[in-house]
T-cell receptor
Framework: NAGVTQTPKFQVLKTGQSMTLQCAQDMNHNSMYWYRQDPGMGLRLIYY???????DKGEVPNGYNVSRLNKREFSLRLESAAPSQTSVYFCASSDTNARVSFYGYTFGSGTRLTVV | GNSVTQMEGPVTLSEEAFLTINCTYTATGYPSLFWYVQYPGEGLQLLLK?????DKGSNKGFEATYRKETTSFHLEKGSVQVSDSAVYFCALRGIQGAQKLVFGQGTRLTINP
């Protein structure tokens, strides 16, 4: 099925460990996003990539890095995990081509990360 | 900057009750407005949208009207079902800069049989 695929679905890290969250979309969307979801705070944008080859910081980028590997893939890396990064992470994509009506984002099913 | 404020949750209703979840926004110009729904253990799904003032978005019995004069986009449903239990997010996309969505904090809805 077409959509956004995130891996892994669950992960437990120790403080200081590193890991990369993977995201891939097969809808030929140009823009991709990483959000974190915390109780009572909604979704907060970490980083986004408006098009292949570009990345920009969102609202809460500290402690994260991203790579837009190609048009399909957008990874999120935690270099040295901290307990404050315990959260649910969502990847999303959208087609922001000016010639196409904007139908919103398509979200992956999320990665639940716990840092102990 | 752009922002979205939703009514505080959680909201608990009985089946067949009328639902309203309030959403107000702050933005320049005429942003596009959205409601997303998140079922347990899943990602967010687009529920409905409106792109200009007085537009009404509708889907699965849910409706929301873009009210420029009150900067609101309240979600309503006439008769809720147990299967509507989920978290609902209001969001906007501004007219300037990169086309990023800004989300409200979410409202958890529980429907009891």
């Amino acid at each position: 099925n077409a959509g956004v695929t995130q891996t892994p679905k669950f992960q437990v890290l120790k403080t200081g460990q590193s890991m990369t969250l993977q995201c891939a979309q097969d809808m030929n969307h140009n823009s991709m996003y990483w959000y974190r979801q915390d109780p009572g705070m909604g979704l907060r944008l970490i980083y986004y990539s408006a098009s292949e080859g570009t990345t920009d910081k969102g609202e809460v980028p500290n402690g994260y890095n991203v790579s837009r590997l190609n048009k399909r893939e957008f990874s999120l890396r935690l270099e040295s995990a901290a307990p404050s990064q315990t959260s649910v992470y969502f990847c999303a994509s959208s087609d922001t081509n000016a010639r196409v009506s904007f139908y919103g984002y398509t979200f992956g099913s999320g990665t639940r990360l716990t840092v102990v | 900057g752009n922002s979205v404020t939703q009514m505080e949750g959680p909201v608990t209703l009985s089946e067949e009750a009328f639902l309203t979840i309030n959403c107000t926004y702050t933005a320049t110009g005429y942003p596009s407005l959205f409601w997303y729904v998140q079922y347990p253990g899943e990602g967010l799904q687009l529920l409905l949208k409106a792109t200009k003032a007085d537009d009404k978005g509708s889907n699965k019995g849910f409706e929301a009207t873009y009210r420029k004069e009150t900067t609101s986009f309240h979600l309503e449903k006439g008769s809720v079902q147990v299967s509507d239990s989920a978290v609902y997010f209001c969001a906007l996309r501004g007219i300037q800069g990169a086309q990023k969505l800004v989300f409200g904090q979410g409202t958890r809805l529980t429907i009891n049989p």
